[in-house]
């Protein structure tokens, strides 16, 4: 039914969805409290999460990508820019989320990082 290049990006998805979901609720669990004790902890999980989700997507569509001056920029990994960048500005109006421009940082950091491993197309 579905083939594993859009299981893999969409179930990452879900889980990023649900992760958002419980610190928009303040519904914090035991990963929430095993990261943020972490020094770095919670910038770690944004640059790990939003890059896999963006390697998961460039895999999914195939590692389409688009030539803008010098550089090619891989399509999954502008949506989930984008995607980071909606979410991390939409805290401004959560009053249990706090919007913090480091985090949106990390998010980049991951996508590029990420973005940085090639697959088979």
Do not use: C
């Not at 020094?39 to 963006?54: E, F, Q, R, S």
């Not at 550089?71 to 979410?87: C, D, M, N, P, W």
């Not at 401004?92 to 998010?107: H, K, N, Q, V």
């Amino acid at each position: 039914m579905f083939s594993l290049r859009v299981w893999l990006p969409l179930s990452f998805f879900i889980f990023i969805s649900w992760i958002i979901f419980l610190a928009d609720s303040a519904n914090y669990n035991f990963a929430f409290y095993v990261v943020g004790g972490i020094p770095y902890g919670d910038k770690m999980a944004h640059a790990l999460l939003y890059g896999m989700m963006a390697l998961l997507l460039n895999y999914g569509l195939k590692f389409k990508s688009f030539s803008f001056k010098w550089q090619r920029i891989q399509l999954g990994s502008i949506l989930i820019f984008l995607f980071a960048a909606i979410e991390e500005f939409s805290q401004y109006f959560i009053a249990s989320r706090t919007f913090d421009l480091y985090d949106l940082l990390a998010d980049f950091i991951g996508i590029v990082f990420f973005s940085l491993i090639k697959g088979e197309r």
